[in-house]
């Protein structure tokens, strides 16, 4: 599993190098953050401590293809938890 873990690295750090402008990223600065394998395909979410995106790379053991998508976060929102509304509002603290 870690081999199919690198090449997921490796593919991440070949799309930032080559098509997003970055000038290097080290390997051992990168890491998974998520990884599955169902069969012949598997998926991972990749990050590292100097990359701002979201890196989603996914094989397909069929086709032997791996696909890399890059997202960027646009927005963080806190949603809180009904029941703590309904305590805070109960309390008299009106959020």
């Not at 290097?24 to 394998?37: G, Q």
């Not at 938890?81 to 009106?94: H, I, M, Q, T, V």
């Amino acid at each position: 599993m870690y081999e199919l873990q690198t090449k997921a690295i490796e593919a991440a750090r070949k799309v930032l190098i080559e098509n997003l402008g970055y000038q290097t990223v080290a390997p051992e600065d990168m890491f998974i953050v998520w990884f599955c394998k169902t069969l012949q395909n598997w998926k991972a979410i990749v990050s590292g401590r100097t990359i701002e995106e979201f890196i989603e790379v996914t094989h397909n053991g069929d086709r032997n293809e791996t696909y890399v998508d890059v997202y960027c976060k646009t927005k963080n929102v806190c949603i809180k938890d009904e029941s703590e509304l309904k305590k805070a509002y109960f309390r008299g603290n009106k959020k």
